[in-house]
């Protein structure tokens, strides 16, 4: 599989796992969701929050270099201030906000071209400091980032009394012949 085939997974199990999470929050109440769990960023939703930030943060870097004119809506948005930012308290609006950046994602990853995945990125980090990194590590981050806090949010989860079973991404490969 390249690369760029396993970009497009990641991006298709980003979506899918996402949906089982916000799934299974709805079970919650707001009260529930805003508890303090003792996780990173505090409660389900603040959580949950910090994962758009995260992904909105980057998708505006990659649409600087890399949007081929599929990041356009996401470069867009006003661009977060702090990780730890609440955009959505309540769990629809962040649901929906989330659905739409999912889509965006994998509509933009299948656009990208195996000379891009080779290429240096350039940005600043959320403080301002500049920062030169291989383009196709940093995407690797990207992915690798979401599926960290979906750990932690499968765990807050499940202490709130909520399996959102299988969450591997075993589940979106598919048996061959060969």
């Not at 603040?46 to 996401?74: E, P």
């Amino acid at each position: 599989m390249s690369m760029l085939a396993n970009f497009c997974l990641m991006a298709r199990y980003n979506h899918w796992m996402n949906t089982k999470l916000y799934d299974a929050a709805a079970t919650l109440t707001p009260a529930q969701l805003q508890q303090p769990r003792g996780a990173f960023f505090g409660s389900i939703i603040a959580t949950c929050n910090h994962l758009l930030v995260a992904d909105i943060l980057w998708l505006q870097r990659f649409a600087k270099h890399y949007g081929n004119g599929k990041l356009t809506a996401v470069a867009a948005l006003t661009t977060p201030t702090q990780l730890e930012q609440i955009l959505y308290p309540e769990l629809p609006a962040l649901k929906s906000q989330r659905q739409w950046l999912d889509q965006q994602l994998c509509d933009w990853v299948t656009t990208l071209a195996p000379q891009q995945l080779g290429t240096v990125l350039v940005y600043h980090n959320s403080k301002g400091v500049p920062h030169r990194k291989p383009f196709s590590a940093v995407l690797l981050h990207f992915f690798n980032h979401q599926t960290h806090h979906r750990g932690q949010l499968t765990t807050l989860l499940f202490q709130a009394g909520i399996d959102v079973g299988v969450t591997d991404l075993l589940a979106l490969i598919e048996d061959t012949d060969a």
